[in-house]
């Protein structure tokens, strides 16, 4: 049942998996400020501070409600004071693009109010260093974008989240599926976006890869990585650093099921290789291998054989004018502005992909390690 009229400060509207954001005013008789009498199916308040509406109108009504009934409120959207967490490599990369912004982009919409590092840096391009404490009680500070190293995430993403604020991190969200999916659930309950980066799936070598895999039908495939040595006690089992090549199959051949899983390890040589064995829905076996060590040189080598042909190298593209971590951004931009939402596809994607990684690790856990 509806609540008595109340003010609330954006309307959460859903239409065709799209959502918007809209300064609204709930009444008793289920009419939403901003939408014409009949339109409103139902509303309902789904979070504090929020309304949820369901309209009866189509795409080319609300575009009509858009440019008369509200006209250029969304040309005013609000600036999100956004905070960078952890000063390596990514980390310097996402404050130049936070100073930089791709013009006319949703990314305009992100003032960087400074960085936390457990290092003491002083200032960064004019930025100033912040505590963590700062950052989490700052009312200036909307947003956080978290690049530390794998096993902080979940403890940094579930520090943001209570304190109110959005988060953007780096893959993987967790070291577990389950922690994962609590850390969805807060954001579900406090309101605010989650958004996982996933470069990988944004470079144009990879697009390319997608279009001439689409329609196929798989008969078998493999995917082998190499590259230098990691310190798994930073980023854990290799089938979580190594998360954005699963993410890749997963995304090619949907849904996987681990039928075997195999780690040789010589920790003294730093090196390791596993070797997992999968099954697509249609039982076609796909091998993934990840192997790291000191002479080994990133690189990728696919092999798909399909029943019209066989794809054994990646495609050549050239570099994009706009680069991998600043189309993320403005994908996390994009979110807050309420212009794209979290597709329940892709959280379904990236908890998969968690959910295979522990399986990956409990089953060679079981074997100890050669």
């Known amino acids: 049942m509806l609540q008595k009229a109340q003010q609330v400060r954006w309307c959460l509207y859903r239409q065709r998996n799209r959502v918007c954001d809209l300064p609204s005013e709930l009444g008793k008789d289920g009419n939403v400020t901003g939408f014409e009498q009949g339109q409103v199916i139902t509303a309902w308040n789904a979070i504090p501070g929020k309304v949820v509406v369901q309209l009866k109108h189509s795409k080319e009504h609300w575009n009509e409600i858009m440019q008369k009934g509200m006209g250029d409120w969304h040309k005013r959207a609000e600036m999100f004071g956004v905070v960078v967490v952890g000063i390596g490599v990514a980390g310097r990369v996402r404050i130049r693009d936070l100073l930089n912004p791709l013009p006319n982009s949703a990314a305009e919409k992100l003032k960087l109010m400074g960085f936390v590092s457990r290092r003491t840096l002083g200032n960064i391009e004019q930025v100033k260093q912040i505590t963590l404490e700062e950052a989490l009680q700052s009312s200036e500070i909307q947003a956080a974008i978290i690049s530390l190293e794998n096993r902080f995430h979940e403890e940094y993403v579930r520090l943001f989240l209570e304190a109110g604020k959005h988060v953007c991190v780096e893959y993987p969200l967790a070291l577990s599926v389950a922690a994962a999916q609590k850390l969805w659930d807060l ?30 039908e798989l008969i078998e495939g493999s995917l082998h990585f190499t590259g230098g040595p990691l310190d798994r006690q930073r980023t854990g089992f290799p089938a979580f650093s190594g998360i954005a090549r699963l993410s890749w199959l997963v995304d090619l051949f949907g849904e996987l099921t681990l039928k075997s ?49 066989t794809l ?46 522990d399986e990956i690790r409990i089953f060679c856990e079981q074997v100890p390690p050669s």
């Not at 090196?271 to 796909?286: A, C, D, G, I």
């Not at 690189?299 to 042909?309: L, T, V």
């Not at 931009?333 to 998969?352: D, F, I, Y």
Request: charged share 30%.
């Open 187 to 216: 954001a579900d309950i406090k309101g605010k976006i989650l958004h996982v980066e996933h470069i990988e799936l944004l470079a144009e070598p990879y697009k390319q890869l997608k279009q001439q895999v689409n329609r196929k």
């Open 261 to 309: 899983a195999t780690l040789e390890e010589q920790q003294k040589q730093h090196y390791w290789k596993m070797t997992t064995r999968f099954l697509t829905k249609n039982s076609r076996p796909l091998i993934w291998t990840e192997e790291r060590g000191p002479e080994l040189k990133r690189k990728k080598q696919i092999n798909f054989q399909f029943k019209s042909d």
């Open 312 to 357: 054994d190298h990646l495609p050549e593209a050239p570099n994009t004018r706009v680069g991998l971590f600043m189309q993320d951004l403005n994908l996390f931009a994009q979110k807050l502005a309420g212009q794209t939402p979290t597709e329940l596809s892709e959280k379904n994607r990236l908890l998969h992909c968690l959910d295979l990684a």
